[in-house]
C-alpha cells in the first residue's frame, strides 16, 4: 500500500520508518504543524510533578530556559510514546500512564501528594480533555502553561493532490479527532469525497474515526487501544496480505 502521514515532523519521518519496514511505500503531506513560539511563560518553581500529554510538551520544555531544573522533576506522560520521548530529552524520572489523558488522572491520583506543591501540565493551546479540571476537582493545585500550539493546514499541496485524484493513495493515517476534522474539510474543498471514500482509514481511535462520517468511507480501521504500536499492528496486517 501507499500510506499518507498527516502528522508533522519529527514524527512524520519516524513513522514514516515504521511503515516502509513494513513494506509500504509512504507519502508524507502533513495535516499541521507545531508552533513552540508559546504565549506563556513555563514557571515549574516549588512545582513537584511535571505532565506531559504529548511529544510536543515533552519538546517545548526540553528546550526552555526552565529545561535544566524541568529534569530533575518526576514527569507523568501520556503513552509509552510520550514517555519515550521524555527519556531522550534527559527525564530521568518519568511514569509512564495509559494512552488516554483521562486515564492519566488516576495514575497522578495515586502517585502525587495533594498538598505536595503544585502540578505542571505542559499543555498545547487547544486541549481534547480538561485534565486540569479533574485534577482540581481533586483537590490538587495545577498551572497549566500554553508551551505549543498546533496550526492546522488550509489546503494540500500541488505536489500531493495529483496522487490523490489519480488514486495513487491507498490508505491515510489520522492520530487525532483534530487531524482528522481538518483532514475530512479539506477533502470536502478540494472536491475529493470520491477519492477519498476508496482509501482505508486508520484511525488511533474511535473518537478519530467519528469524524469521517461526513465522508462515509469504505474502510475504516480503529485499535483496540489507541497507541501507535496497535495501529501499526493494524498496517502490519495489511502489508501481510498484499503480500
Known amino acids: 500500500m501507499r500510506v499518507w502521514v498527516t502528522r508533522p515532523e519529527p514524527d512524520a519521518s519516524a513513522l ?30 516549588g512545582a513537584q510533578a511535571l505532565i506531559a500529554t504529548s511529544r510536543n ?5 526540553a528546550a526552555s530556559d526552565v529545561a535544566e531544573f524541568a529534569r530533575t522533576l518526576p514527569l507523568f ?18 511514569i509512564v500512564g495509559p494512552a488516554r489523558s483521562a486515564d492519566l488522572v488516576q495514575v ?5 501528594e495533594i498538598h505536595g506543591g503544585p502540578l505542571v501540565h505542559l499543555a498545547g493551546e487547544t486541549l481534547a480533555h480538561d485534565m486540569a479540571g479533574e485534577l482540581r476537582r481533586l483537590g490538587f493545585v495545577v498551572l497549566q502553561p500554553v508551551v505549543y500550539a ?21 490508505a491515510v493515517i489520522l492520530l487525532s479527532p483534530r487531524t482528522a476534522s481538518t483532514y475530512v474539510e479539506l477533502i470536502q474543498s ?3 469525497l470520491r477519492s477519498a ?20 468511507p469504505d474502510v475504516i480501521k480503529v485499535p483496540n487501544r489507541p497507541n501507535i504500536h496497535e495501529l501499526l499492528a493494524l498496517t502490519g496486517l495489511s502489508a501481510a496480505r498484499s503480500n
Request: proline fraction near 5%; hydrophobic fraction near 50%; charge should be negative.
Open 108 to 112: 497522578i491520583e495515586t502517585r502525587a
Open 190 to 192: 478540494h472536491q475529493l
Open 77 to 94: 506522560a501520556v503513552g509509552r510514546g510520550t514517555a519515550q520521548a521524555a527519556k531522550e530529552a534527559g527525564f530521568a524520572d518519568v
Open 57 to 61: 510538551g515533552v519538546r517545548a520544555i
Open 197 to 216: 471514500r476508496k482509501l482505508h482509514h486508520y484511525c488511533m481511535s474511535q473518537a478519530v474515526a467519528d469524524q469521517l462520517v461526513p465522508l462515509q
Open 150 to 170: 498546533a496550526r492546522m493546514a488550509e489546503r494540500l499541496s500541488t505536489a500531493f493532490l495529483p496522487k490523490l485524484v489519480l488514486g495513487e493513495i491507498d
Open 16 to 45: 514514516k520508518r515504521a511503515l516502509l519496514a513494513q513494506g509500504h511505500d509512504v507519502v508524507i503531506e502533513p495535516l499541521m504543524w507545531i508552533d513552540f513560539d508559546a504565549p506563556d511563560p513555563i514557571e515549574i518553581d
